[in-house]
């Protein structure tokens, strides 16, 4: 048996590809590699993170490819599915919402079908906290039917948790919707905030700041690791991967030039 695992070259996919490994599964990792960012780390990880191993099998194909996601998995016996893949990014989506149509919707779809033709035990697919638009209301709710999205990004993911939810009704597919919020961690996004205050510490130029640094993060990677979000057990509606405490984003800086040669950065810009 084999775990699909797609966006397997993206920064969650990769490390849940490892930790798949890491525990015996025969895994088959699906990404199409596409520009967003960088492809050069995408490989780096698959290369670096995931390395030859010979339980692992990785197939750069489009998975909103009905054939070409068939002849991925052709021939082998698919026990559960863990769909990572979709094209990230909030703002991108107010540039390119066709894009978000093709892998959010058209490839949750084409993932869903595949779960209810093989019968998998488990599905597992990536939300996110985008789907909680402005709401006031904290704590959040994993409960919540959070249906104010602000983003295209935000409607697509709501949209796989209404689609999830009717195949799990319809088809009785277990399925477990994880709504995470901002996740870092070796080998992360290139275009999440850290990557960028790094940057622009090292090149002494201001950084961005939003909500006045009122934020705080992190979900470290290892605790979307955890059991608890990979078991292979029956849970919907979505269950919300919560931020762990952490430094308030206004902090970062003095924390990241701690650990690095620069000493002194440019400030803040609004």
Not at 118 to 133: I, K, L, M, N, P
Not at 219 to 248: D, F, N
């Amino acid at each position: 048996m084999s775990v699909l695992v797609t966006g397997a070259a993206g920064f969650i996919g990769a490390h849940v590809v490892r930790a798949l490994l890491a525990r015996g599964e025969h895994v088959i990792g699906i990404d199409n590699l596409n520009d967003y960012y960088p492809v050069a780390l995408k490989t780096a990880r698959l290369r670096g993170l995931i390395g030859e191993q010979a339980n692992f099998a990785f197939h750069a194909i489009d998975f909103a490819d009905q054939a070409a996601l068939a002849d991925a998995v052709a021939g082998s016996e698919i026990d559960g599915i863990v769909h990572l893949g979709a094209q990230a990014g909030v703002r991108y989506s107010i540039e390119n919402p066709r894009a978000y149509g093709h892998s959010n919707l058209v490839g949750h779809l084409e993932l869903l079908e595949l779960a209810r033709q093989r019968q998998v035990r488990h599905f597992v697919y990536a939300s996110s906290s985008s789907v909680y638009g402005d709401t006031s209301t904290q704590p959040f709710d994993a409960e919540a039917r959070a249906d104010s999205p602000v983003s295209f990004y935000a409607a697509t993911k709501k949209a796989n948790e209404l689609m999830a939810e009717s195949y799990a009704h319809l088809y009785r597919v277990p399925m477990t919707g994880l709504r995470f919020f901002t996740v870092y961690g070796p080998w992360g996004r290139p275009d999440m905030a850290l990557w960028r205050f790094v940057e622009r510490i090292f090149a002494r130029q201001p950084l961005p700041i939003y909500n006045h640094g009122k934020m705080h993060a992190i979900s470290p990677i290892s605790t979307i690791l955890s059991p608890a979000c990979w078991q292979r057990s029956i849970g919907h509606p979505p269950m919300t991967a919560r931020p762990s405490p952490a430094a308030a984003c206004r902090r970062m800086p003095s924390i990241i030039s701690a650990t690095t040669a620069p000493r002194n950065w440019g400030g803040w810009s609004p």
